[in-house]
C-alpha cells in the first residue's frame, strides 16, 4: 500500500515505510504528514507499508534499496541491523536538535546502540493496563486498584467465573486474546513483573533465566489459571475480537495496551471514567512497561536535505503533540504541553512521571532471535498445555 502527500516538482522525495497501515496509526500517520506539508510545502512524502514489514526492510536493505526512513521498534530489536552495519548513525542530528536534552532520558538510551544515536523515537505506550466496565465491578464491590498480585486476581476472576451480563449472556471476568502467541507471551511478561517485579523481569530477558525457572513456571499457571476462565474460544480470538467483546459488555476486564483506548474512544456512549476505566495489573503499581516506535535511516539510503527535514520534524515537539494526541500513546519528548490530551492520556503520563520501573515489552527486551524463540514456546504451549516443557523452551531461549 502507498500514498504521497504532494507532487511536488521541487524539494525532492521522502519515503517512510511504516506498519501503521489501519486504525489510529493511520489516522496518526494522516495528521502527521498534513502539518508536515503545511510546513514543508516543496517536499513529497511517499509512505508505504507492507504486510510483514520487517522482513520487507531488511529485504529492501539487502537488494540496496532501502527506504529513505522506516518505522522500528528499538532497542535490542535494532540490534541485528547494527550488527550488518545497516544503520545510519544520528548522533550529528540528535546533537543539531538539542534532542538529548528534550527527549525522557530513558527513551533515549533505547534509542542508542553503542552510545551512537540509530534513530528517533516518536512515542511510548503502556502494556500493563487492566481496563475494566465501572458499573460491573461496583456491582460486585470490586476494587480493581486494590487487587495486590496477579494470584489475587485469579481468585477474584474465580469468584466472578459464574456471573451473568447483558441479556442473560455468560459475563467473563477478563477477556484474553490468545490466537496470536505473542499476545499470550505479552500476558505471560506482564503477569512476571505483577507477581515478581519488574527487577526479576529484567534479570531474566538479560540472559539470567535458570535463575528464575520457578517464578516463570508460577506466571505460566496463572496464565492457565485465567485462561481456564476467559472465553471458551480464546485461542481463536485476537486482539480486536477482544477489545470488540469487552466493549460490549461481555467481560469484567480486559488487559492490554493503552492502544486499545482508541478503539474503545470510537464505541458510542462509551465514555472514559463514566463508563470504562483502568488500573494497574495487579502488582504492577510503579511500573510503566513500555513499547515504543522509531524512526530510523539504513546508511545505504540517501539522507538528502528532504529526509533531513522530515526526521527534524518527527522530532519536533510540534509534531510529537500532534502524533501522541491521535495515536492514544504519550510523547517521548518532556516539554509536550499535555493540556488538550483527553484524560486517559494525561492520566497516564501522569504515572509515567511517577513510575520507578520501566520494563519494555520482548520486542524492546531482547533480540529478533530470542523473541522468535519464545513466541515458538508460546505457540507449542497453546497446543499441549505442557507447562514444563514450555518453561523449558523459555529458559533455552532467554
Request: charged letters at 30%.
Amino acid at each position: 500500500m502507498s500514498r504521497s502527500r504532494a507532487d511536488r516538482q521541487t524539494g525532492g522525495t521522502v519515503e517512510l515505510a511504516h506498519f501503521w497501515a489501519e486504525g489510529d496509526g493511520r489516522a496518526m500517520l494522516e495528521a502527521v504528514l498534513e502539518a508536515f506539508d503545511r510546513r514543508h510545502p516543496e517536499v513529497r512524502v511517499a509512505d508505504r507499508s507492507y504486510d510483514n514489514h520487517g522482513l520487507a526492510i531488511k529485504s529492501r536493505i539487502l537488494r540496496e534499496d532501502p527506504p529513505s526512513l522506516f518505522v522500528e521498534w528499538p532497542d535490542q530489536n535494532l540490534v541485528p541491523y547494527d550488527q550488518a552495519g545497516a544503520l545510519r548513525d544520528l548522533s550529528e542530528l540528535w546533537a543539531d536538535n538539542g534532542w538529548e536534552r528534550a527527549f525522557v532520558d530513558g527513551v533515549c538510551e533505547r534509542s542508542r546502540i553503542d552510545d551512537r544515536y540509530v534513530g528517533v523515537p516518536v512515542d511510548i505506550h503502556r502494556m500493563n493496563n487492566l481496563f475494566y466496565h465501572v458499573d460491573l465491578v461496583e456491582e460486585r464491590a470490586i476494587d480493581p486498584g486494590s487487587i495486590g498480585t496477579p494470584r489475587e486476581f485469579v481468585e477474584v476472576l474465580e469468584t466472578h467465573a459464574d456471573a451473568t451480563g447483558v441479556d442473560g449472556r455468560r459475563l467473563v471476568g477478563m477477556t484474553q486474546p490468545m490466537k496470536n502467541p505473542q499476545t499470550v507471551l505479552q500476558f505471560w511478561a506482564t503477569v512476571f513483573i505483577g507477581q515478581f517485579g519488574a527487577e526479576a523481569f529484567e534479570d531474566l530477558t538479560d540472559g539470567n533465566a535458570s535463575a528464575h525457572r520457578a517464578e516463570m513456571h508460577e506466571a505460566l499457571e496463572l496464565v492457565e489459571a485465567v485462561w481456564d476462565l476467559t472465553d471458551d474460544d480464546a485461542t481463536f480470538i485476537d486482539q480486536v475480537t477482544a477489545s470488540e467483546r469487552f466493549a460490549d459488555r461481555e467481560s469484567l476486564f480486559f488487559n492490554q495496551g493503552d492502544w486499545m483506548a482508541g478503539a474503545f474512544a470510537e464505541v458510542p456512549d462509551f465514555e472514559y471514567g463514566e463508563d470504562w476505566s483502568r488500573a494497574n495489573f495487579p502488582g504492577t503499581d510503579g511500573v510503566y512497561m513500555l513499547g515504543i516506535d522509531l524512526v530510523a535511516s539504513a546508511s545505504t539510503a540517501e539522507f538528502d536535505a528532504p529526509t533531513r527535514a522530515f526526521l527534524e520534524f518527527l522530532g519536533s515537539r510540534d509534531a510529537l503533540e500532534v502524533l501522541n494526541r491521535v495515536k492514544g500513546s504519550i510523547p517521548p519528548r518532556t516539554d509536550v504541553d499535555m493540556d488538550e490530551y483527553p484524560p486517559f492520556l494525561r492520566e497516564q503520563h501522569r504515572d509515567f512521571t511517577r513510575a520507578d520501573h520501566f520494563p519494555a515489552g520482548h520486542a524492546l527486551e531482547v533480540t529478533p532471535d530470542v523473541f522468535i524463540e519464545a513466541r515458538t514456546a508460546m505457540s507449542e504451549f497453546l497446543t499441549s498445555r505442557d507447562l514444563d516443557a514450555t518453561v523449558d523452551q523459555l529458559v533455552d531461549a532467554y
